[in-house]
């Protein structure tokens, strides 16, 4: 993605990316903070594990205590009580001693190191024989050995997977600072859409992007909020936009296919409260129509009413001012490169980028894209689709059997 | 994925996951739909587009009026009323004459094609010049050619993406059948466990893979249902496996780390109602001790205590089994291999199955895996990592430079 936005021709959207601030914070229970990003830093709170614990069952020692043991010449150690699993032993573990310990269980004091209960033979009597040395620290974890007190290995700007959650219920925090999700506006207008739960009479269509669009928004972690459709009325959408802008954190307005549509999209975006237009149209297929402004600081995104050309720009421009305004650290957000050969010619035009959409199939450990053919600029070519190759502006073509970079859709 | 299960060491475990079966279906309205796996087949209600419609900014015409013409020798058109967006035009375009349209405008009768606007000039007086000739089907889309009625282009056991939530919505299906998502019983058992929210006593330590495993369960789109933790007793476990079972649709045991509870937890497994132990143990690290039973056609998890290995095991076998209880046709899941070259060599063992924890980075348009450093089994590791390496049974080192498959965690 980082490649994309560094064409020259799109500086005035990675500089608006670069000037896109998250969020607020807020502070959330451990249970709802899977997938959220860490708000604030973090410093472990207590070393983990609390105390020294052994990796295996067997007997607590002191190493030096078997020190040359084989099987040909075991060494015997006279047994203390077992360590209570979730206690503490009740004696310290001296020279020539051993203490019975689960996996899990809390080294006893004067232990320093576990033997394997496979590495020793129980004759009775108290004793046991021990057939092999260890080394000091050998079969055990020392306390803080996993994360320490004070140690800081969650940063702010990255989102929260099962191991950070694991990592934080462990240490006992249960409440988590996160940036708060991103609300999206999200406002289509046309006075030919009507709602998906209606019937359209002739010349009419349904609005499918607000809801592709709200799917989006939501899966990256925003809130979509809808603000249904707007007629193509300036006041009309302006009075909307207004309200949407001062409700949520980044405003999607769909549709306006037509050039005069466009063009009051247009007027209503430059003149919003604070607003400054970006981009107006970019050297894009498809997306081409697409308009950029910025007011009070938030992002206001004229998307095309065409359906694949507004998902298209959600995946590869929309969604990382979402990431953005979702406290997300770009550098951080671990989108790697998915890798794949191109399996036809695809031409293209310089000066312009064309997204590709393409199949993709499995060969062995490689992937093939194919260009989705009858891609007519309908969504079907979307549906059909698993992802999009970039032709930057620099390229005429993309030869067969080029590795190609595909972004997933 | 599909790899590692066909180890014939892990023949039992594929075997259960083919014998896995998908959970209920029920009907959802489309907002709820995005995510969700598609759980009937889906047959295009109408057409999309529901009549021609222009795909520019022009006019409609017959292209048979226009053969022939070129900048030299313009052909003049009658102009008839624009085509209003939203509706219908009033007459057919007849031979010679052109109707006013935009983008998405719903073609007249009598007119085959579109030319564009910057293709015209008008010099008034109800005419316009046009400059350029144009086939039959220019500049327009048919009605059906995105979908037709009666058309299956989305397919039981598919994720529902925004494109297909945005066909959906377009053709006006605004509820859908999906498979309901598959309920996850979390068991936590150990006598040294105590919950996230207490401070533990020397010796104990806080459940963290009840935390973790919810978050992985949630994020590959199952609800976890907590069942607390036990304590080391085989009738309390039983008792409470057997209410996970009734409400959920596979349940997952952590923790008796030492060998007496893995003992202990396989008995109660063994003795389920309608149940069939299946593994004991895998050669696999981490996650050796891991078992598997099925009771009733439903998977039970016996997983390790340890969370790396517990974690591990949760994102290379368990999710997809979770995947098949959601429905997902593993085949049509859209998993892509993320290769990448390892950095440095890694040894392993014959006959055994080793998860190598790597940390990616991009250079270029390639990824560099490093082994995780200092990867002493603790969930650190976890954390520092952005993915799995697989190294088969077949395999005793991953050699510096070679090509690898990485499964994200």
């Not at 289509?188 to 019937?199: C, I, K, R």
């Not at 590869?316 to 890798?339: C, H, Q, S, T, Y």
């Amino acid at each position: 993605m980082k490649t994309l936005l560094n064409e020259p021709a799109l500086a005035a959207v990675l500089a608006a990316l670069k000037r896109t601030a998250p969020v607020d914070t807020e502070t959330v229970p451990l249970d709802q903070a899977p997938g959220r990003v860490l708000g604030a830093a973090f410093v472990c709170p207590e070393d983990l594990p609390a105390f020294d614990r052994s990796l295996m069952d067997g007997y607590a020692v002191q190493a030096a205590s078997i020190l040359g043991a084989t099987c040909e010449s075991p060494v015997c150690l006279k047994l203390d009580d077992a360590v209570p699993m979730g206690g503490r032993a009740g004696v310290a573990v001296g020279p020539g001693r051993a203490a019975p310990i689960a996996t899990g269980g809390a080294l006893p004091r004067g232990a320093d190191a576990v033997v394997r209960i496979e590495h020793t033979e129980a004759p009775g009597g108290g004793v046991i024989n021990v057939h092999r040395s260890v080394a000091a620290g050998c079969h055990m974890v020392k306390r803080g050995e996993d994360f320490q007190a004070g140690g800081q290995v969650i940063f702010p700007g990255q989102r929260l997977r099962a191991q950070e959650i694991g990592l934080l219920a462990a240490v006992g925090v249960t409440a988590v600072t996160v940036y708060k999700r991103a609300r999206v506006g999200i406002v289509s207008t046309g006075d030919e859409l009507v709602p998906a739960t209606e019937t359209p009479r002739h010349g009419r269509v349904r609005d499918a992007n607000a809801h592709s669009l709200a799917a989006l928004v939501n899966e990256a972690g925003g809130v979509a909020v809808s603000y249904g459709i707007v007629p193509d009325d300036a006041d009309a959408l302006y009075a909307c936009c207004c309200r949407a802008l001062c409700e949520t954190d980044m405003v999607l307005i769909s549709g306006g296919s037509s050039v005069g549509a466009r063009d009051h999209t247009a007027g209503v975006m430059a003149r919003l409260p604070d607003g400054c237009m970006l981009a107006h149209g970019l050297p894009v297929r498809p997306g081409k129509p697409t308009l950029l402004a910025t007011a009070g600081g938030k992002p206001v995104w004229g998307l095309p009413g065409h359906a694949l050309a507004a998902l298209v720009m959600f995946t590869v421009m929309v969604r990382l001012f979402l990431d953005r305004r979702n406290g997300i650290v770009l550098e951080k957000a671990r989108r790697w490169p998915l890798a794949a050969r191109m399996c036809r010619r695809v031409p293209s035009v310089r000066g312009r980028i064309d997204f590709v959409r393409v199949r993709l199939e499995q060969q062995g450990e490689n992937l093939l894209a194919e260009p989705v053919s009858g891609a007519s600029g309908l969504i079907n070519s979307l549906v059909k689709a698993d992802g999009l190759v970039v032709i930057g502006t620099e390229c005429d073509a993309i030869e067969t059997g080029a590795a190609v970079t595909v972004v997933p859709v």
